[in-house]
């Protein structure tokens, strides 16, 4: 199936208002458009109205000879090759749009806390990744804040000084849980406001392990980052430092060897595997089917102990970098994996089908947590929750790249948006990615693993399809130092349907409406 | 099936299920030298917590690896509720915590909160490079450092992050060394 490039949309799309020769290309299908405020905001309705949904939105210092704060704005267009960057400068008051693309209001919030500027009319002014513990007017992703650990006082309870929605009513009454959850999970807090035991509404708090990755970056080398990369999200390092990676590679005009291509796309399908096999686990743990919980997770462990032969790591840290890999994976052990997948398909069909089979689980699934299919463009909802609520999208097709191009397969799209659609798109997927990795392993060429990359000043745009959904990666390198590593995983935006996905469900479906969306707190907070 | 036959089949069933025997099936899995690990660590775990060790697990910043390991040691593979050790979901209930991650100034007020919540005596273990050292976030303005910053920690347990055998193997030496003391 050929995508359709967005560069020649644009260019009628655009004019006669704009003029399309104003478009600058990027490293890879990025396409820059500097506009002034009036322009920009004339544009904005017109292109939601199209279908274009803003998938990043940041900001950036001494960008491109202007010295103050650039704000960037990410559109893609389903289906159409290509992104675009309307760049615009933050000299004069800027506007929230957050009312025009709801996924804004994260991402606005997040540049308030990072910079300092204030977005007219917006309606949601609170701290994002800031909490309370931080100093008001400290705000550490401008350029004047020299990073250095903060000695701060101790003691400040966020929860008092966070305004949560209050809903009220007769018999409404609140839950908070978190951020300490009960079981081994990443923290973050959870406030629902439930009338008997239905969930009226949710509000989610996140941001607990905010590390400051995206400033520790600023300034340090392109190995530095890669340690960034993989430490984003522990189980998608895969899916992580290959973007970043060919991030780097884009900007030095280079493409890694064929063997490394192939390679990369095995390990990034390990990564899906792996990744699915504990969802699927883990959704039937939620509903109390252990039989079946048990006999995946040993499968997966399986898949973990593939991972360590093949790359040295159970997580595959450590391999994919700059110029294809850090070392070669022998023929002979893909030739291994590819017989071990072989007869993997079967030992999992089995367990997912007998589970399947189970009134229990399938009551539990069905009609539970539904995402509706008109969220998912305002608030860019991707990977396996939007394929589940009835949109074929998939990165790895719609933004095709490294070895995918060479490779023909559909992605599994059911209908409902419930947890028991997210269930069954995940294991087609799992049947997918068994087929991708052995299609591979058949055409692995010989040759080079890598080649060496001589960096480049110059900026680039990646996107890739993580196990939880399309993630954005913006790097912007100087004298081969990281100016600016902007990264937003799918779970930043995939977090925002769980407060849609629950209303009118019981709380004690949330932890299983939880689980079937996957969503990072580490791939969110950095 | 017409309906004495359903009838039949069903008593069967149930006489099968009360009378018949238990056969279970021969794992697939076991890891003779893990097995070992585990067993000695519930010989050293009856001596001195009496027979079973509660842990609480606490995130404080990890980029979840080193909390999906933790999470492994429940898998058939491992299996490590067979040695005496459960994860327990309330600090009150724990003998350890285990912490992961770099503590994140997010995170702090709550890191604190939980070992305060935890009956004396207790023990504070740091899993993985972060939580040992602060690992790649350190230095920055979003962690204070590594877990001994703000706890007393007891064992540091090392790696990014550190594999189910190797979390066993560092429990198994906290143990030996709590008994010579």
């Not at chain 1, 280079?254 to 990744?275: D, N």
């Not at chain 2, 994140?104 to 939980?114: F, H, L, S, Y």
Request: net charge neutral; glycine share 8%; aromatic share 10%.
């Amino acid at each position: 199936m050929k995508i359709p490039e967005l560069y020649n949309y644009l260019a009628e799309f655009l004019s006669p208002a704009i003029n399309p020769l104003k478009l600058e290309k990027g490293a890879n299908k990025d396409y820059y458009l500097w506009l002034d405020w009036t322009e920009a905001a004339a544009l904005y309705p017109k292109l939601a109205e199209d279908g274009f949904g803003l998938i990043g939105l940041f900001g950036v210092e001494g960008f491109r000879g202007y010295q103050g704060l650039n704000l960037l704005y990410i559109f893609e267009k389903r289906n159409y090759s290509g992104t675009l960057v309307i760049i615009r400068r933050a000299d004069s008051p800027v506007s929230s749009i957050a009312a025009i693309f709801p996924s804004a209001c994260y991402f606005e919030r997040e540049i308030r806390d990072g910079y300092g500027c204030e977005f007219e009319n917006a309606f949601d002014r609170r701290r994002l990744f800031l909490h309370e513990t931080y100093p008001a007017n400290f705000h550490p992703l401008a350029n004047s804040f020299k990073n250095q650990p903060l000695s701060l006082p101790a003691g400040v309870e966020d929860e008092a000084l966070y305004p949560f929605k209050k809903i009220s009513g007769e018999g409404v009454y609140e839950v908070g849980v978190g951020p300490v959850h009960a079981g081994i999970i990443e923290p973050g807090h959870f406030r629902f406001s439930a009338i008997g035991e239905p969930i009226l509404n949710l509000e989610v708090r996140l941001f607990y392990t905010h590390r400051g990755l995206e400033k520790l970056a600023m300034g340090k080398d392109i190995d530095f980052g890669l340690k960034i990369a993989e430490g984003i999200s522990g189980d998608e390092s895969a899916a992580n430092t290959y973007a970043y990676s060919s991030a780097v590679e884009h900007i030095c005009s280079s493409r890694p060897p064929r063997r490394a291509e192939q390679l990369r796309l095995i390990l990034l399908e390990m990564e899906r595997l792996y990744s699915h096999l504990a969802d699927l686990s883990g959704m039937l743990t939620d509903v109390g089917y252990p039989v079946g919980a048990a006999s995946l997770s040993a499968l997966r462990e399986e898949l973990m102990r593939w991972n360590k032969r093949l790359t040295g790591s159970r997580f595959l840290k450590g391999i994919i970098a700059p110029g294809g890999l850090l070392k070669d994976i022998p023929g002979e052990l893909i030739t291994e994996l590819a017989d071990y997948l072989y007869a993997f398909e079967g030992r999992f069909s089995e367990q997912v089908e007998k589970a399947l089979a189970k009134t229990s689980v399938v009551d539990r699934f069905e009609t539970t947590g539904i995402v509706n299919n008109r969220l998912l463009i305002p608030l860019n909802i991707t990977g396996v929750t939007a394929r589940a609520s009835g949109e074929a999208i998939d990165t790895r097709l719609n933004q095709p790249y490294g070895f995918y191009p060479e490779l023909s397969f559909k992605p599994p799209v059911l209908p409902e948006g419930d947890v028991m659609a997210r269930f069954r798109v995940r294991l087609s997927e799992v049947q997918t990615s068994l087929g991708l990795i052995l299609k591979t392993a058949a055409k692995l060429s010989a040759g080079e693993y890598a080649i060496p990359l001589k960096p480049v000043n110059g900026y680039s745009l990646i996107l890739v399809e993580s196990p939880r959904g399309q993630s954005l990666h913006w790097l912007w390198l100087r004298d081969g130092k990281i100016e600016r590593y902007k990264v937003r995983t799918a779970s930043y935006c995939n977090w925002q349907a769980i407060e849609h996905a629950v209303l009118g469900d019981i709380i004690p479906d949330f932890p299983l409406i939880n689980k079937s969306l996957n969503l990072s707190y580490a791939g969110t907070d950095l | 099936m017409p309906e004495q036959t359903c009838e039949v089949f069903a008593v069967k069933n149930v006489l099968n299920n009360m009378f018949g025997p238990k056969i279970c099936k021969q794992m697939p899995f076991g890891d003779a030298e893990f097995d070992k690990l585990g067993v000695a660590l519930k010989s050293e775990i009856n001596t001195i917590f009496g027979r079973s060790l509660a842990i609480r697990a606490l995130d404080s910043g990890s980029d979840n690896s080193a909390e999906i390991e933790l999470n492994n040691l429940s898998n058939p593979y491992y299996d490590v509720e067979r040695f005496g050790i459960s994860f327990v979901a309330s600090p009150r209930h724990a003998d350890i915590l285990i912490v992961t991650g770099a503590v994140t100034q997010n995170m702090a007020i709550a890191v604190r909160k939980t070992f305060d919540a935890m009956p004396s005596p207790k023990l504070v273990i740091a899993l993985g490079d972060d939580a040992c050292s602060g690992g790649i976030a350190s230095g920055g303005y979003g962690v204070l450092g590594g877990v001994d910053k703000i706890l007393p920690v007891n064992l540091k347990i090392p790696g990014n992050p550190p594999e189910p055998a190797q979390i066993i193997n560092s429990l198994l030496g906290l143990m030996q060394s709590l008994r010579k003391k």
